[in-house]
């Protein structure tokens, strides 16, 4: 017979074999403001005030989440995304970096306003060292409103964070039931909760069935050439948007306020008005890199198609819409101002 000490051997022992097996993967949840967490008066009203809802509270309200992983909330910023700088990327990226950095954490949800969300998702896609899931998600309606989304996305998020399918893509952002690349992903919507799009090569994912399901292999390359340890700030780098009749005064302007790049939305094939030609042409004599792209929203600008990028010395943007050409510009500009180098780096990131 056993004696009373034995059982409680035996007891000790097998709950310390289970813990493993019962503990839950833990998640990193790094929130930074937007309509996610955003409060209104009233649940019909589509006023509301963008980042007031403090990370605690996020995660209190969508009690799932806690249910199926251990949730570290961190509160890096509150801001609406419209006021997202890149010094803020920065931080973002440093602080999901070291969370990433723990063993113990399984992966990173980045909560985030949806107006500048494909330029952070870009930016740490660019930067961040890791193979572990990182999920950006955000919400089109206040956690107030009569049909919000921001509960459904934060619990897909993390499901999707935690689930082994997810580790070596890259980063990703959620929204909607869909899962799409920080490279190809763009808000192509003011209001409605399907806003996101992946103009040029769909999503990579649904979410369904109460599991992430991609629709693609892994394919993702981990190491970044970028490093952002020992950044505190990101070379400036305008956009200048082309339509007819522009004037060159705009690109006169970025080169005044001290620009090192400026990335130019041109039209259609990121065509440029003959001034603006001109001022560019002129920008690239003060050392000020310049990337065509287009204001089109898809496909891909091609070399020497109407402008003499080689005689200019013009990067082309290739399928980067402008706003994420000009992430990659400014991060290119920390590194070199070599033009070949530059344009390698849009040819294949
Ligand atoms: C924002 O980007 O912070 C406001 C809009 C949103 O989150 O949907």
């Known amino acids: ?80 995304s419209q006021a997202m700088t890149p010094e803020m990327w920065l931080k973002i990226g440093k602080q999901t970096q070291a969370q990433l950095d723990k063993e113990a954490i399984v992966g990173a949800v980045i909560t985030h306003g949806t107006d500048t969300m494909e330029e952070t998702a870009y930016f740490l896609d660019l930067t961040l060292q890791t193979t572990k899931p990182v999920v950006l998600v955000g919400s089109m309606r206040p956690g107030t409103a009569l049909g919000a989304d921001g509960a459904a996305n934060l619990y897909q998020a993390v499901k999707t964070a935690i689930s082994d399918n997810s580790a070596n893509r890259g980063v990703m952002v959620l929204m909607n039931d869909t899962i799409f690349a920080a490279r190809e992903v763009t808000k192509g919507h003011p209001f409605k909760p399907s806003a996101f799009e992946s103009p040029n090569t769909g999503p990579v994912g649904d979410f369904h069935d109460n599991a992430p399901f991609y629709l693609s292999r892994v394919d993702r390359k981990v190491e970044s ?49 003959p001034d603006t030609e001109k001022a560019l042409i002129a920008a690239r004599q003060d050392g000020v890199v310049v990337v065509r792209s287009s204001r089109l929203g898809s496909g891909s600008v091609t070399k020497e198609a109407e402008v003499d990028d080689a005689k200019h010395g013009f990067v082309v943007g290739g399928s980067l819409n402008p706003q994420k050409a000009r992430v990659l510009l400014m991060l290119a500009l920390t590194q070199t101002v070599d033009l070949d180098r530059i344009q390698g780096y849009f040819d294949t990131l």
């Open 1 to 80: 017979m056993f004696k009373k000490s034995q059982f409680l051997q035996i007891g000790l022992l097998s709950v310390a074999l289970m813990t493993p097996l019962l503990a839950k993967p833990q998640v990193a949840l790094l929130a930074t403001g937007g309509t996610i967490a955003g409060a209104g008066h009233a649940r019909t009203s589509s006023q509301y005030t963008a980042a007031v809802v403090p990370v605690t509270q996020l995660i209190a309200d969508v009690p799932e989440i806690s249910a199926i992983a251990e949730i570290h909330g961190d509160q890096v910023c509150q801001l609406a």
């Open 225 to 273: 050439p970028f490093d952002i340890r020992k950044l505190s700030a990101l070379p400036g780098v305008a956009i200048i948007y082309g339509y007819a009749g522009s004037s060159a005064a705009q690109v006169r302007a970025a080169v005044q306020e001290g620009a090192r790049g400026i990335v130019m939305a041109g039209v259609g094939n990121g065509n440029l008005n």
